[in-house]
């Protein structure tokens, strides 16, 4: 079974930036969709950033489109979410997800069937 765990949560002043990392184990996700949804206090889990099994697939929300970035390195079972000019908005916790089956909808939810504990990124004003 895939273990998620996710890394580099944190408090960063507006403007600043952070480095999200997911470590897979117990299996490579070599052929997995990768994704990062967050939840805020009192809000439903949304999608943030995903990014299909060839890597050549990338999806953001509107609220990442521009400032976040989403990879993977399968020779390292890790998939990354570079998040830059965080706002306080993004205030969140943020978790890595896998889609084992490679369902083509790479932003709901529903679909992944592997998720992390969580990592709280804090932005202050």
């Known amino acids: 079974q895939l273990q998620l765990v996710e890394s580099g949560g944190g408090l960063v002043q507006a403007g600043g930036s952070l480095r999200l990392s997911c470590a897979a184990s117990?299996?490579?996700?070599?052929?997995?969709?990768m994704g990062w949804f967050r939840q805020a206090p009192g809000k439903e889990r949304e999608f943030v950033a995903a990014?299909?099994?060839?890597?050549?697939?990338?999806a953001y929300a509107d609220s990442a489109k521009g400032r976040f970035t989403i990879s993977r390195d399968n020779t390292k079972n890790t998939v990354y979410l570079q998040m830059n000019s965080l706002q306080p908005e993004d205030t969140a916790v943020y978790y890595c997800?896998?889609?084992?089956?490679?369902?083509?909808?790479?932003?709901?939810?529903?679909?992944?069937?592997?998720w992390g504990q969580g990592t709280q990124v804090t932005v202050s004003s």
């Open positions: 117990g299996r490579t996700f070599t052929r997995y969709n």
């Open positions: 990014i299909g099994w060839n890597a050549f697939n990338t």
């Open positions: 997800a896998v889609d084992s089956l490679t369902r083509s909808e790479l932003r709901d939810r529903r679909l992944y069937n592997y």
